[in-house]
């Protein structure tokens, strides 16, 4: 089993910036990718960007690339995601989730069902 606990979330001006953290543990050696999701009310689960533990390669859904940022501090169990330049329609829960499946295409990781484990989310509201 993983646990994952995510945190940073909050209330920022469209211009801000937050960085969420989402914590692992338990059974952190059998991840083998991390990945963000958000949802906004009313709409569908959205991937955001993965990280596969041992490289560090990423993969980002074409809309957030440039302002969004992940990254991995191996050391802490830790995958961030640093958000800048923030929209109102960026705010959403977000949810970060651990992929088991190694191996998986980027393609699979950008999807829910490709993903084990999830945290409970964190609320990012972003002001106009």
């Known amino acids: 089993q993983v646990q994952l606990a995510e945190s940073g979330g909050g209330l920022v001006q469209a211009g801000g910036s937050l960085r969420l953290s989402c914590a692992a543990s338990?059974?952190?050696?059998?991840?083998?990718?991390m990945g963000w999701f958000r949802q906004a009310p009313g709409k569908e689960r959205e991937f955001v960007v993965v990280?596969?533990?041992?490289?560090?390669?990423?993969y980002y859904a074409d809309s957030m690339k440039g302002r969004f940022t992940i990254s991995r501090d191996n050391a802490k169990n830790t995958v961030y995601l640093q958000m800048n330049s923030l929209k109102p329609e960026d705010t959403a829960v977000y949810y970060c989730a651990a992929s088991t499946r190694y191996g998986s295409s980027w393609l699979r990781l950008s999807q829910s069902h490709g993903y084990d484990y999830w945290g409970q989310g964190t609320q990012v509201t972003v002001s106009s």
């Open positions: 990280i596969a533990w041992s490289s560090g390669r990423t």
């Open positions: 338990g059974r952190t050696f059998s991840s083998y990718a």
